[in-house]
Nanobody, 115 residues
Framework: QLQFVESGGASVQPGGSLRLSCAAS????????LAWYRQAPGKQRELVAY???????TYADSVKGRFTISRDNAENTVYLQMNNLKPEDTGVYSC?????????WGQGTQVTVSS
């Protein structure tokens, strides 16, 4: 199984942009479906987006048209480009396989959207 290290989180104003990165260690990165998840304060973790080994992407309704997931198999990295950020996007963002593997969660990266 893969292990993940997320980075790129920050505090931004509404309407701003961020690009999150997730470096994975392990074998055969390219064959995995990979996803970004987020957990807002006091809420359960939710799926934000996932990408298949072939590059097909799926997004939660709440982020469609604003977020873009991508992957670089040569670098064992998955990205999340987030545009037009809203306060409700605040949370800890983590990457994992899709479906998630419980033992593979990293520390995540904090995104705070506030004026």
């Amino acid at each position: 199984q893969l292990q993940f290290v997320e980075s790129g989180g920050a505090s931004v104003q509404p309407g701003g942009s961020l690009r999150l990165s997730c470096a994975a260690s392990g074998r055969a990165f390219s064959v995995y479906r990979l996803a970004w998840y987020r957990q807002a304060p006091g809420k359960q973790r939710e799926l934000v987006a996932y990408i298949t080994s072939g590059g097909t992407t799926t997004y939660a309704d709440s982020v469609k048209g604003r977020f873009t997931i991508s992957r670089d198999n040569a670098e064992n990295t998955v990205y999340l480009q987030m545009n037009n950020l809203k306060p409700e996007d605040t949370g800890v963002y983590s990457c994992n396989e899709y479906p998630a593997i419980e033992n593979s969660w990293g520390q995540g990266t904090q995104v705070t959207v506030s004026s």
